[in-house]
């Protein structure tokens, strides 16, 4: 059994009190009211061990799924570039999880755009049945406009993939760097992680400009979620960092105060996400 998506059993080997844990999950899940999960899509979910110690496998994702009623996972793979710091062998890790698990793991690359070879790596992975791309300008240390990665989303748009961009966490200006890369990258689909929770008031109030930027709302601040608008986000986790009672209570939340539609719910449960993904 797995409670706040981790194993009950090594939660209560390392003392926890799992009775309480559960307790309170459940009440998280009572809040969820009729937020609509058919057809759901997690757009930000990490596969691997990540540099820091976070870890997930592709069993305990899929247990998370079903536990939750989602459909599907975007993953992509965590902070492990490998000695050559290519990503090769941690992309190869999220593609044979897709195949083990077919159409619960929508497989996205993970590259360096700074390092050696990196649109080499893309197009491995392309070969290999990956369907999108995942950037981190602060684990792997870039600017978003920088020229190498507008090459790499420009490659990624010329193979109709969304492209993932962390946009949280790391106090920065964000949407002046975005914003060139939009203008640099036109037609590319780009979806901010945490919605934009780095710089969210800039970057919501450039969004009327980018009609192909969307944001995932996980690990987001509630307050942004109510001010960006259903049609411009995606439902994530963030998983292993976060995990999906909070997240699903977090954008039932934001339905509740905004008052979306049960239609605008479904959108942000996956219908915005499925138009770029298939």
Request: charged residues 20%; negative net charge; proline residues 5%.
């Amino acid at each position: 059994m797995r409670v706040w998506g981790e194993d009950a059993a090594l939660l209560r080997a390392a003392g926890a009190d799992v009775a309480a844990l559960e307790a309170l999950e459940a009440a998280l899940e009572d809040g969820l009211g009729g937020l609509p999960r058919d057809g759901a899509i997690d757009a930000h979910v990490h596969l691997g061990r990540d540099a820091d110690g976070h870890a997930l496998d592709a069993g305990a994702l899929v247990a998370d799924l079903e536990r939750w009623g989602i459909a599907a996972a975007v993953c992509f793979p965590a902070n492990e570039p490998g000695a050559d710091g290519s990503f090769r062998a941690a992309n190869a890790a999220v593609l044979d999880a897709a195949a083990r698990h077919p159409g619960r793991i929508i497989p996205f690359c993970r590259i360096d755009p700074m390092g050696a070879g990196a649109l080499d790596t893309l197009h491995a992975a392309a070969a290999g049945g990956a369907r999108g791309l995942k950037l981190h300008p602060v684990a792997q240390r870039f600017r978003p406009e920088a020229p190498e990665a507008v090459a790499a989303v420009r490659e990624a748009a010329r193979l109709g993939w969304p492209v993932t961009i962390h946009a949280g966490y790391g106090a920065r200006e964000l949407a002046g760097p975005i914003g060139a890369l939009v203008a640099a990258a036109p037609g590319a689909r780009i979806i901010l992680a945490h919605a934009g929770r780095g710089d969210a008031r800039a970057l919501t109030a450039r969004l009327a400009d980018w009609p192909d930027v969307m944001l995932d709302t996980s690990l987001a601040a509630l307050s942004d979620l109510v001010s960006i608008g259903p049609e411009r986000l995606c439902f994530g986790s963030d998983r292993p960092y976060g995990e999906h009672a909070t997240a699903l209570r977090l954008v039932a939340t934001a339905a509740r105060v905004a008052g979306w539609s049960a239609a605008e719910c479904s959108a942000v449960m996956g219908g915005n996400l499925r138009r770029w993904t298939g």
